[in-house]
């Protein structure tokens, strides 16, 4: 059984950065690739980033692009999402999710296995 455990969400003040984990078990993690997507209060949950199973390529939605960077370690079982220049509207749970296919897509309902989230609150 797939599990995974997001970690690092946190109050910060705009401009500020957040560091969030996400360690995963239960199956191969090298092997699938692994997305972040966020959740605000009363919006549909979207997309934010995807990682290949080797880290080689990467995707952002736009609103994100030069100021978040996702990465993984395949050793540590964990992947990362580094955000820096926070806004208020990136305001959200944030989620990790992975897949049973291996092709790195971005749409939610592609995902099979979900973390619990966790809270990213910036303020202004």
């Known amino acids: 059984q797939v599990q995974l455990v997001e970690s690092g969400g946190g109050l910060v003040q705009a401009g500020g950065s957040l560091r969030l984990s996400c360690a995963a078990s239960g199956r191969t993690f090298s092997t699938y690739p692994m997305g972040w997507f966020r959740q605000a209060p009363g919006k549909e949950r979207e997309f934010v980033a995807v990682i290949t199973w080797n880290g080689g390529s990467t995707r952002y939605v736009d609103s994100v692009k030069g100021r978040f960077t996702i990465s993984r370690d395949n050793a540590k079982n964990t992947v990362y999402l580094q955000m820096n220049n926070l806004k208020p509207e990136d305001t959200a749970v944030y989620y990790c999710?992975?897949?049973?296919?291996?092709?790195?897509?971005?749409?939610?309902?592609?995902?099979?296995?979900w973390g619990q989230g966790t809270q990213v609150t910036v303020s202004s």
């Open positions: 999710a992975t897949r049973a296919g291996l092709a790195a897509l971005i749409s939610p309902r592609e995902y099979d296995y």
